[in-house]
T-cell receptor, first 116, second 113 residues
Framework: EAEVAQSPRYKITEKSQAVAFWCDPISGHATLYWYRQILGQGPELLVQFQDESVVDDSQLPKDRFSAERLKGVDSTLKIQPAELGDSAMYLC??????????????FGPGTRLTVL | AQSVTQLGSHVSVSEGALVLLRCNYSSSVPPYLFWYVQYPNQGLQLLLKYTSAATLVKGINGFEAEFKKSETSFHLTKPSAHMSDAAEYFCAVSSVTGNQFYFGTGTSLTVIP
């Protein structure tokens, strides 16, 4: 069964350092999402891509976070510089959704970030 | 705007007992509703979804949920809890266009042997 791949699974970094997370969605899925999940809370959308274009990044802290999906397939989420409050699980999800309509989001295993 | 509220951040049941996890939604239009399960240090796995077809939705692992418009609810149930059901459960609502998912704060289910 096809899965969303994410790496690394765990990342420990010091504040002010740069970190990057990678996501490879299920093949053929046009839409890709990055979520942040703080311990004890539900996932919160950071950015949504439709192919290589950003559809929604209203909740992305753009002063330190950036995301790209250059070829419309895999994606990278970067934080620079990392802050203590960035410690969380970063989840990637993908769906077949093209334009409008609804499709199920399939989640990867996540990257657990700890900022010291 | 859509949102979901999950009542009870922690629920404990005995093995073999009924599981009931509550979710109420707020939506200005008929919503699409989902239940996801998350095991420790893992991503979310879809349990079931409601997309305006049958109001009683059956999912994986013996779970089901009923959409009740009059109560704006989408509670998750399972007749008999198993130890392997211990996990975090999230209710989510999506707009009709599917552009936005809004997750609840989650309910942690503990199963007591």
């Amino acid at each position: 069964e096809a899965e969303v791949a994410q790496s690394p699974r765990y990342k420990i970094t010091e504040k002010s350092q740069a970190v990057a997370f990678w996501c490879d969605p299920i093949s053929g899925h046009a839409t890709l999402y990055w979520y942040r999940q703080i311990l004890g809370q539900g996932p919160e959308l950071l950015v949504q891509f439709q192919d290589e274009s950003v559809v929604d990044d209203s909740q992305l802290p753009k002063d330190r976070f950036s995301a790209e999906r250059l070829k419309g397939v895999d994606s990278t989420l970067k934080i620079q510089p990392a802050e203590l409050g960035d410690s969380a699980m970063y989840l990637c999800a993908s769906s077949f959704l093209t334009s409008g309509g609804l499709d199920t989001q399939y989640f990867g295993p996540g990257t657990r970030l700890t900022v010291l | 705007a859509q949102s979901v509220t999950q009542l009870g951040s922690h629920v404990s049941v005995s093995e073999g007992a009924l599981v009931l996890l509550r979710c109420n939604y707020s939506s200005s239009v008929p919503p699409y509703l989902f239940w996801y399960v998350q095991y420790p240090n893992q991503g979310l796995q879809l349990l079931l979804k409601y997309t305006s077809a049958a109001t009683l939705v059956k999912g994986i692992n013996g779970f089901e949920a009923e959409f009740k418009k009059s109560e704006t609810s989408f509670h998750l149930t399972k007749p008999s809890a198993h130890m392997s059901d211990a996990a975090e459960y999230f209710c989510a609502v999506s707009s009709v266009t599917g552009n936005q998912f809004y997750f609840g704060t989650g309910t942690s289910l503990t199963v007591i042997p």
